[in-house]
């Protein structure tokens, strides 16, 4: 969410964005919102006047009483009502206004930064660089829902009984297999600082529209019906939520966050056939991590964060790649964002496993997370999140990358305490 003031200074820099984004039909927004805020300030300035004028009069009124004058008291009292039901008026008017300039405001995108490369979608997302070496071997890699049966590791056929498509139950190996995973992850992020968080899985309206857009809430969020609550799709959501309405201190800054917990999402439209199985479902479980900084360390911060999944990747033997997100891919409040792609040796390329974002102030705007400078001046913060990892997807890269030519899928060393010390898991 923009700053009005940056808006109303530099429409054509807001316009010039929009089209970046291949959003031409909200370029009308842009004069739609000036004029209301015009019109809202103007409003504002006739109620700060008759504000003044009515503590005036109260004080006239005052005085005449005191010198016996009553007639020419009531006068001024029929002024001073006269007044208040303009200021009435005014007050109304300033509500709707404000509702209208809001409501537009948060539809505006978010300006993106200058290195972002242009492009309408993800087609257009640029390779940043490579992390190890992309092996086929020289055995066929089965599907990965047949990986994990092999194991008697997964049912779906249960899981669309008791809950519909989009679900699993993951069982055995496969299941302790996913636990590791996780517990790994955290311990791998809390060996780099970051504090380790569990939040609500729940959050009110007020949270979700402060952390992400209408449309990816219309596709991602699932209500609780008969309550003003919405389950998460992304723990990043109630961690960022965590700070609403606060103003914290920058000598506390960085908060660097590292949490845990499952996301569901509607996961709306048709998919392809590598999107069946465990890759594109409503529940899964995910560790991410989050940080609060200041504006001025965002650039770093983001950095660090997509470094942290590379990283944890590769302890784990998957090749991966990273990738620059094109101007059209980014969603609106993202200032800059770059997905961790791992290697399928199946299906011969990359694929999706994490996404690293800089929102720069628009969360906090939205969420009003300020904070106070050492000389007493508030500002807001910049916010950042990136994927630690969240299986069951990744498991599909994890299980592709080690499965060996016997069947059995060896166990990285890294993993292998969360495992019971096991080197390798085999089939039934």
């Known amino acids: 969410m923009l700053d009005i003031k940056f808006l109303r200074e530099n429409p054509d820099a807001v316009k010039e964005n929009i089209k970046k984004k291949f959003q031409d039909d909200k370029l009308p927004l842009v004069d739609e919102v000036i004029a209301l805020d015009k019109e809202r300030r103007e409003c504002q ?5 008759l504000k003044a004028s009515r503590n005036t009069l109260s004080k006239q009124i005052g005085a005449l009483m005191k010198e016996g004058k009553k007639d020419e008291a ?4 029929a002024e001073v009502q006269a007044d208040a039901d303009r200021l009435s008026e005014l ?45 086929v071997p020289d055995f066929e890699i089965p599907y990965h829902t047949e990986i994990m049966e092999s194991f008697d590791g997964i049912d ?10 989009g679900f ?25 600082g970051f504090t380790y968080c569990v939040p609500p899985f729940m959050i009110r309206s007020n949270v979700v529209t402060g952390v992400m857009s209408f449309a990816e809430m219309d596709a991602m969020m699932y209500k609780i019906e008969g309550e003003d609550l919405y ?11 965590k700070f609403i309405d606060q103003i914290v201190d920058e000598e506390k800054l960085p908060y660097t966050l590292t949490s845990y917990s499952p996301c569901f999402r509607k996961e709306k439209g048709s998919h392809g056939i590598e999107e069946r199985g465990v890759y594109r479902i409503h529940q899964f479980e995910k560790q991410e991590m989050i940080v609060v900084c200041k504006p001025e360390e965002s650039p ?24 620059e997100c094109c101007s059209g ?3 609106d409040l993202k200032v800059k964002s770059l997905d961790v792609e791992a290697w399928s040796p199946r299906q011969k390329k990359y694929f999706e496993v994490g996404s690293c974002s800089n929102l720069g102030d628009a969360q906090a705007r939205r969420l009003k997370i300020r904070v106070k400078a050492k000389d007493g001046n508030k500002y807001l913060a910049h916010t950042l999140n990136n994927t630690v990892v969240a299986p069951p997807r990744m498991l599909i890269a994890f299980l592709e990358n080690n499965l060996q030519a016997d069947g059995s899928v060896r166990i990285p060393e890294v993993l292998r305490p969360y495992m019971g010390g096991k080197t390798e898991i085999r089939k039934k």
């Open 91 to 135: 007050d109304k008017n300033l509500s709707e206004l404000e509702e209208k300039v809001n409501k537009i405001m948060m539809v505006i995108p978010q300006m993106i930064d200058p290195s972002v490369p242009i492009g309408e979608d993800d087609t257009h997302n640029v390779e940043i660089e490579k992390f190890g070496d992309p092996v």
């Open 74 to 77: 009531e006068k001024v009292k």
């Open 168 to 192: 699993y139950y993951l069982m055995g190996d496969i299941a302790r297999l996913h636990s590791a995973v996780i517990s790994y992850a955290r311990d791998f992020m809390i060996d780099r």
């Open 231 to 241: 389950l998460i799709g992304t723990s990043e959501h109630s961690m960022i939520g």
């Open 45 to 49: 300035q006739e109620a700060d006047n």
């Open 329 to 331: 891919d980014l969603a």
């Open 156 to 165: 779906l056929d249960a899981a669309g009984r008791v809950a519909g498509n």
């Open 300 to 323: 770093m911060w983001f950095d660090k964060l997509w470094q942290n999944t590379v990283d944890l990747f590769r302890s784990l033997d998957i090749p991966v790649r990273t990738l």
